[in-house]
């Protein structure tokens, strides 16, 4: 079992940047993919990036494209999450995710194994 906690959120003006960080700890980091998720109020979580095991392969949700950017640091056990020119809309709770067993990436709710709490993450216009 793998846990993990996020830490980073705040509030922020429209246009601004946060990082967001996610400490995992239970299992050997380097072994599994890691992704991040937002959940807004009222919607449903969804996808936001994910990166391999390795980091030399990323993937990103088409709204977030070139203006997220995930990144992880194996040896501290941590993943990233750079956040430029934000929006309102992007507003929500924000999850880091560790990947059920070996998939690649984890882009769907079923590829994840684990969930850290949250960290809110508040953009305003």
């Known amino acids: 079992q793998v846990q993990l906690v996020e830490s980073g959120g705040g509030l922020v003006q429209a246009g601004g940047s946060l990082r967001l960080s996610c400490a995992a700890s239970?299992?050997?980091?380097?072994?599994?993919?890691m992704g991040w998720f937002r959940q807004a109020p009222g919607k449903e979580r969804e996808f936001v990036a994910s990166?391999?095991?390795?980091?030399?392969?990323?993937y990103y949700a088409d709204s977030v494209k070139g203006r997220f950017t995930i990144s992880r640091d194996n040896a501290k056990n941590t993943q990233y999450l750079q956040m430029n020119n934000l929006k309102p809309e992007e507003t929500g709770v924000y999850y880091c995710?560790?990947?059920?067993?070996?998939?690649?990436?984890?882009?769907?709710?079923?590829?994840?194994?684990?969930w850290g709490q949250g960290t809110q993450v508040t953009v305003s216009s």
């Open positions: 995710a560790a990947a059920r067993g070996a998939t690649m990436a984890v882009r769907v709710l079923a590829d994840v194994g684990s």
């Open positions: 239970g299992r050997t980091f380097s072994s599994y993919a």
């Open positions: 990166i391999s095991w390795s980091g030399r392969n990323t």
